[in-house]
């Protein structure tokens, strides 16, 4: 069986992948002669308290649509328009019930216009267009070219609109793609369409248009005054042009099915946009906090004996870690929830020692479950009906990890909650309290199939893979986070990874790039493809530390590892077919360097559970393009290869081999400053510098205006932390002044959504030094509430003056004064 699969990986590498001309209705909507197309809105049409309903009629057909335009809170606009001919599948379970707005309405000559708040939309009745303005400006036209298109045959159901950002000169989003953030001109006699269908794609090139695992309908259209979205919710294959045109940017979205429904985020700034997006589709929910910890993986740690191994090697050698990963070599057969207990003879002592050690378990679920009567899982699926099915009705097979393999229909309520029903202790042998999930391979994929993929008229419930295939991981991983929840009783968060998303994936896991190459090209796309997703409303993401495929330098790793620490999902992993490459297995150079880089990592868990809790919160991402702060800096529009975490940390990685120096763009003006605190260096934001860099680390920097807490006690894993003080790093700007958030609970549970306020016994927080940057030289002593009196002294040449080896205890308030 494995040499058959080392078989289909070489078929992948070989084969190309669909674009918009191999696929009739994108080649012929797209590529065909453009017929303009001509709808009409209804005159006769009816109002209520957020929208307007009313009828598309398509004059070339005569049928007719339903249509609405209602308006959301936030600034937000969503036109759909259903079918009346043919039953089609609509996602609202992709929104996380987001809240609508109240509307009035204004009728105009040849039209009506419909305003909510600080925004209005026009309709115009015939040729039916509507145009979107924010504060008086104009900003969105819909089909302006009069590229509409909806198809209602049944062999053919494709949908498609035009879309001119009116005031852009710059696009992003749609991701995922292994492509810059700034994404590239598409459009006639020019590069193929992005397209998003999920399939796995393994060792992808860069610069494609390719689809990936993923896929988030979100585009935005950029220019130095504001920030437009189109969030287009639609779950089949689809192909997206970008035509950057002076001052516009012109769009044509193509669906192979679905409904017509999209939402119009109105910004105006990028930070609103996103926020819009994150109210649609929801926020991702805080993690635990030994999530942001470094994760030891790889294909496969084989037994028991090799994974204990590996995590004793790692504390041997000083290595902090919070998990091991287990790929599909730990199970019977690859078949999903059970155990290999040959290789694993104690798999519950191995998760108790584990756990004793401050560190998780977390094992791989796939959805190829095999065809086996007698495996538990296959007798009840199939006698209740639970894969997916051949149109002529039988249980759709294939070629997965087990051999022959069926796929669980995840839309089907009854047969998702089946599988999440697994997930309890009680149903999944030999697991204990400290046990997390991966969901792999749930593009969906099967290895016999083109493009790895699943026919398009596969049936799931109510509709066929054409129309629903890029839900298929959402709804999985939905039923995921249900059965972690259960497992554990709602009083710890769930913990989940995946491979596959769509749009609002997020609320139940976390993501990665997927399979990709050892190689320093796939460092350097691994930043813009998380800033994408980012965008797309996934913060958690990460691409395998050192690359999934093929071995690599010394110099590579270390660069990755320390890049890494600055992405906020940090596993590293790889394939089987590359040496072992386990931290502790390098030189003793290479070690300490690895080292640092994974207790860099650990000295920002504070910022990283800080801008986590508050992403649930407000909305934001968690790192964020240099665009995303800076946007009318046009230096910043294409920029990807140095980034914010938060708004506060800026990130420039090492990822080109044997530099001694790296270009460093610093944002702001002169009246910005950043600071280097490992040379105590600080530069003003105007531009570019050639910053020397060392094998050792490399650079980040600090805002001015900025406070960082970070907790510097060397541990094995952050479970062990959590008593230990802070050292907080006071950034002074040019008007000596410096605020952040610190966000502090108990780590795991989901008290912190009850009770804002909420006081956690055994909660500690100490201080252990203050240093204060860019100080006044008059600073003797530091002076806290009660009165105690620490003595200030200066460090390096004045760049900071400090208070150390000092034990504050803070309560509900203090304050420290500096005197
Ligand atoms: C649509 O309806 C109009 C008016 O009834 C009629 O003249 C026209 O032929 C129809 N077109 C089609 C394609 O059926
Ligand atoms: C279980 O593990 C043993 C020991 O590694 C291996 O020889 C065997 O092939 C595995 N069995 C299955 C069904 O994967
Ligand atoms: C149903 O369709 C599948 C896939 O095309 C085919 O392999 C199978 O033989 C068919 N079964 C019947 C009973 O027609
Ligand atoms: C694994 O789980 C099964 C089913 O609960 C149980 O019978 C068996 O004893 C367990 N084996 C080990 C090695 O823990
Ligand atoms: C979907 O299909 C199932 C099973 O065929 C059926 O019971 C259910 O009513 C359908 N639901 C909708 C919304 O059409
Ligand atoms: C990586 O190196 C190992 C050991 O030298 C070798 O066996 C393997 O084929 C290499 N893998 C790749 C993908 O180059
Ligand atoms: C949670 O972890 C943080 C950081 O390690 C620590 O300050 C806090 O006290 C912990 N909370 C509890 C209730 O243990
Ligand atoms: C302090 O400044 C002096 C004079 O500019 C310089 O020679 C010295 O290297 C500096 N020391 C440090 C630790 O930066
Ligand atoms: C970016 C990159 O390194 N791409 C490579 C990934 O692996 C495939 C298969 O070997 C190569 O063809 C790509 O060039
Ligand atoms: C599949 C794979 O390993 N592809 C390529 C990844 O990158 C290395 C180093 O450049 C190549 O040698 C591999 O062929």
Redesign the pocket.
């Known amino acids: 069986m494995k040499a058959l699969l080392i078989v289909f990986l070489w078929v992948t590498a070989v084969h190309s992948w669909n674009s918009c001309s191999d696929e009739p209705f994108c080649d012929r909507i797209r590529n065909g002669p453009v017929i303009q197309s001509d709808f009409v809105f209804s005159e006769g049409y009816m109002v209520n308290p957020s929208g307007v309903l009313s009828e598309l009629i398509d004059?070339?057909?005569?049928r007719t649509y339903p249509i609405s335009i209602s308006a959301y809170e936030g600034g937000i606009f969503r036109i759909t328009a259903n079918d009346r001919i043919v039953p089609r599948v609509q996602l609202e379970q992709v929104l996380d019930d987001p809240a609508l707005a109240s509307i009035t309405l204004t009728n105009l000559f040849n039209g009506i216009q419909i305003n909510s708040g600080d925004s209005y939309a026009i309709i115009e009745y015939s040729p039916f267009r509507i145009s979107i303005y924010k504060n008086y400006q104009l900003i969105l036209l819909i089909n302006d070219q009069r590229r509409l298109v909806y198809n209602s045959d049944a062999d053919d159901l494709s949908i498609a609109v035009d879309f001119t950002f009116t005031d852009a000169t710059t696009a992003y989003g749609i991701p995922l793609h292994a492509e810059r953030f700034s994404l590239q001109n598409t459009g006639p006699g020019g590069l193929e369409p992005y397209r998003l269908y999920n399939v796995d794609h393994c060792c992808y090139d860069n610069f494609i248009q390719d689809s990936l695992y993923g896929a988030e309908p979100v585009l935005y259209g950029h220019s130095i005054r504001r920030t437009v979205g189109v969030f287009w919710l639609n779950a089949a294959q689809t192909f997206v042009d970008i035509n950057r045109i002076p001052y516009q940017v012109e769009s044509l979205f193509v669906s192979e099915a679905g409904i017509l429904d999209f939402f119009v985020l109105t910004g105006p700034t990028f930070d609103d946009c996103a926020i819009q997006y994150i109210k649609l589709t929801g926020p991702a929910p805080l993690q635990q906090y030994f999530t942001f910890g470094y994760h030891q993986s790889r294909w496969s740690y084989e037994s028991q004996e090799d994974a204990e191994t590996v995590l004793r090697q790692l504390d041997n050698y000083d290595f902090p870690v919070e998990s091991i990963w287990f790929d599909v070599d730990y199970q019977d057969g690859a078949r999903s929830f059970t155990w290999n207990l040959t290789a694993f003879p104690d798999p519950v002592g191995m998760q108790n020692w584990m756990a004793s050690t401050g560190r998780r378990v977390i094992l791989i679920i796939h959805p190829h479950f095999k065809v086996e009567p007698g495996y538990f899982v296959y007798d009840v699926a199939s006698a209740n009906g639970y894969f997916v099915k051949n149109p002529n009705g039988t249980d759709f097979v294939g070629q997965g990890w087990p051999g022959d393999s069926s796929w669980i229909d995840f839309l089907n309520p009854e047969a998702r909650a089946y599988i999440s029903s697994l997930y309890l202790k009680e149903n999944f042998p030999n697991t204990t309290d400290n046990v997390y999930v991966w969901n792999d391979m749930n593009e969906p994929e099967v290895f016999d199939g083109f493009e790895r993929s699943w026919p398009r008229d596969v049936v799931f419930y109510n509709y066929t893979n054409r129309e629903v295939h890029n839900i298929f991981s959402f709804s999985q991983v939905k039923g995921t986070y249900e059965g972690l929840k259960a497992r554990y009783e709602n009083r710890k968060r769930p913990y989940l990874l995946t491979r596959s998303h769509f749009s609002g994936s997020q609320r139940y896991t976390i993501m990665w790039t997927g399979d990709n190459n050892s190689t320093w090209s796939h460092l350097q796309i691994s930043f813009p493809m998380c800033l994408s997703s980012a965008i797309g409303g996934i913060s958690n993401c990460g691409a395998d530390i050192g690359g999934f495929a093929g071995n690599l330098t010394d110099e590579l790793l270390q660069r990755w590892y320390q890049a890494g620490a600055w992405i906020p999902f940090f596993r590293a992993h790889s394939t089987r077919y590359v040496e072992r490459r386990e931290p502790f297995l390098y030189p003793p150079d290479v070690r300490t360097r690895l080292r640092n880089a994974m207790r860099e990592r650990y000295y920002y868990l504070p910022l990283w559970y800080t801008l986590f809790y508050e992403h649930e919160r407000y909305g934001r991402p968690v790192i964020r393009p240099m665009v995303y702060h800076y946007p009318s800096d046009i230096n910043t529009h294409d920029m990807d290869n140095q980034w914010l975490v938060g708004a506060d940390v800026l990130v420039c990685p090492v990822a080109e081999e044997g530099v001694t120096s790296i270009g460093v763009y610093f944002p702001g003006g002169s009246s910005e400053v950043w600071f280097d605190m490992t040379n105590n260096l600080m530069y003003y934001g105007i531009g570019y510098y050639s910053v020397p860099v060392t094998m050792d680390s490399i650079p980040v920097f600090h805002r001015g205006g900025s406070i960082i807490a970070r907790t510097e006690v060397h541990r094995p894993a952050s479970d062990l932390m959590h008593t230990d003080p802070y050292s907080i790093y006071v950034f002074l700007d040019m008007n000596y002044q410096a605020s952040s958030t610190l966000y502090i609970d108990d780590n795991e549970s989901f008290d912190y959504r009850d009770d804002p306020e909420a006081i956690y016994p055994g909660a500690v927080f100490t201080i252990d030094s203050v240093l204060v940057y860019r100080p006044p030289t008059t600073y003797k002593q530091a002076v806290t509430r009660d009165g105690t009196k620490y003595d200030v002294v200066y460090g390096d040449n004045n760049t900071y003056a400090a208070i150390k080896n000092v034990h504050i205890d803070v309560g509900r308030e203090m304050t420290i004064e500096f005197v």
């Open positions: 004059r070339n057909t005569n």
